[in-house]
């Protein structure tokens, strides 16, 4: 027997849809302030990099561990129930970061800030994932977009507003997230309905059961995520860097990681009608061998414009492969869509230090195979992994 989805039987639900682009805008926002001025967090405490690096460590835990509750609570409560306390938990964390002089409250703020980013973004992932539902299209890859370009403007203002202490800045933000996250109670309560969305489509109980099969796609979907979010982390640290080494000025080095991210921005603003027309799995193979090509190619040709061509061709080429991932596991529910997170965060944090540690004992050009090689696994695994659910 066939059960009748919530979108078979009323409208879209635009206001959801709206209400979560502003989330995933915010989210996008207020980590891109954090870590344009991380900078400024460091002098104001007299960090150095290894206690600042204890910082970044307590941040990730906390995000870490936010994935992974959150996708409990999410499965227990309904993922609208993390769009609300979260963000204000979120916006608060960094106006008191902003605050903190010593290490040790820094820390405890960093883990408080991650936790509530850890559970904001399984909240907006699986609501995300309903919606998308409900609306029975492809909608992740735009939701996806907010957040790009609400990180660009984050980067944006946290480089136009140098002269203002950090402090202010992040008091500024943090406010501002949580009058918006007020602002979108009577929303989020009336996105409820869509908190238990079916998340099969027959109802067999035999069909809904987690089988051994669907969990070894889901692991396989996270150590997908993880290479992509590699890749985003090899440019956020190394692109500049990269740059540098072909004897680029400085404005051209911060141009690369510029440019990646206008490439997935305006690669995620197109990448839903470009997923209804050919369906994930082929769009997700062609932009990551689009990726693998296009940074290979930039390494082995070592001039600044192919480098250039290179960061922009890996941020146009994995720009769909985050969304479809995640909706791929909302299909097994809150739990397998904090799981990849989590997994993929992990590629996103680990991969930066494993790129400079190959770096140390070959050369950076060499290092930077390691995105090419994930991005060319990624095109190889993910079609049988997105076609499978």
Known sequence: MTTVAPAAQSAPPTSDRRLLLGVFAVLGLVMAVWGTRMPAVQRAANLGPGHLSLVLLGAAAGMVAGLQLGGRLAHRHGPSRLLIVPAIIFGLALALLGQCRTLPTLIV??????????????????????CELAFQRPIMSGLHAAYSIGALCGAALASVTTWMPHNVLFVMIGALTVLAALTAVPGVRAATALDHAPEHTE???DEAKPTQTAHATVWLLGALAAGCLLAEGAAADWSAVHLHSLHSSEATAAAAYALYSAAMAAGR???DRLTSRYGAPVLVRVGATLAAAGLG?????????AALL?????GAGLSTAMPSLI???????????????????????????????????????????????????????????????
């Open 310 to 314: 290179g960061w922009m061709a890996l």
């Open 109 to 130: 703020g960093a883990v408080v800030f991650g936790l509530a980013h850890g559970l904001l973004d399984v909240g907006c992932n699986v609501s995300a994932v309903h």
């Open 203 to 205: 109802a067999d109980p």
């Open 269 to 271: 603003l197109a990448g």
């Open 297 to 305: 190619a930039a390494l082995i040709a070592g001039s600044t414009p």
């Open 327 to 389: 909706t791929a596991a909302g299909r097994g529910g809150p739990r397998a869509v904090g799981t990849v997170a989590a997994t993929g965060y992990l590629g996103l944090l680990a991969g930066p230090a494993a790129i400079g540690a190959i770096a140390s004992f070959t050369s950076l050009t060499t290092a930077l195979a390691l995105p090419v090689v994930l991005a060319a696994a990624v095109a190889l695994a993910s079609y049988r992994a997105l076609e499978s659910r």
